[in-house]
């Protein structure tokens, strides 16, 4: 049984950069997408980008410039920065697993959630 | 970018009552749509993918339909740990990958 298990600071100050990191235990990293997705309080859910194990990476136009995701198979994690951080980057960040194998990629497995707070 | 949107906001109905969701793609997404069910301070859970395909472990009541733009999410009977809010998203065309504003379903 797959666990993602995400970890980082969640406390930042606008200008600084977001940096979190997302294990995943008990199961394959090849074979599929491991993305990274954010929940403003209150509200729905926004796609960051992607990568692949071979270290491919997809992101959303909206947060490309300041965003890079990455990927250490050698530990079986994957990590996310984004610079810059403003109070409009105030969410609850998932880590989750998009299986290759089924049609649409859907996203069968996710991380507990890391809140990070953009504050002065 | 391809635009889902969820209607209605909220439905309010009672344990025991069907429930039917809807999701409109701005776009044709084929089949590839999902549906995840949220509860308070937990992360997203799979329920359908592929339009119609249960999810692992996922009760019978929960079904999915439709292919295109039009969509539909349907529980047959709501259990008391059916309440939660839920999200459809696309993988059709990307970047970006795509989830619609939310269904909350919530006690009458």
């Known amino acids: 049984q797959v666990q993602l298990q995400q970890w980082g600071a969640g406390l930042l100050k606008p200008s600084e950069t977001l940096s979190l990191t997302c294990d995943v235990y008990g199961g394959s990293f090849s074979g599929y997408y491991w993305s990274w997705i954010r929940q403003p309080p209150g509200k729905g859910l926004e796609w960051i980008g992607e990568?692949?194990?071979?270290?491919?990476?997809t992101y959303n136009p909206s947060l490309k410039s300041r965003v890079t995701i990455s990927v250490d198979t050698s530990k079986n994690q994957f990590s996310l920065k984004v610079t810059s951080v403003t109070a409009a980057d105030t969410a609850v960040y998932y880590c989750?697993?998009?299986?290759?194998?089924?049609?649409?990629?859907?996203?069968?497995?996710w991380g507990q959630g890391t809140l990070v707070t953009v504050s002065s | 970018e391809i635009v889902l949107t969820q209607s209605p906001a909220t439905l309010s109905l009672s344990p025991g009552e069907r429930a039917t969701l809807s999701c409109r793609a701005s776009?044709?997404?084929?089949?590839?749509l999902a549906w995840y069910q949220q509860k308070p301070g937990l992360a997203p859970r799979l329920l359908i993918y592929?339009?119609?395909n249960g999810a692992t472990d996922i009760p019978a009541r929960f079904s999915g339909s439709g292919s295109g733009t039009d969509f539909t999410l349907t529980i047959s009977s709501l259990e008391p740990e059916d309440f939660a809010v839920y999200y459809c998203q696309q993988r059709s065309s990307w970047p970006p990958l795509t989830f619609g504003g939310g269904t909350k379903v919530e006690i009458k």
């Open positions: 592929d339009a119609s």
């Open positions: 990568i692949n194990h071979s270290g491919s990476t």
């Open positions: 989750a697993r998009g299986d290759i194998a089924a049609p649409g990629a859907p996203l069968d497995c």
């Open positions: 776009q044709n997404v084929s089949s590839y």
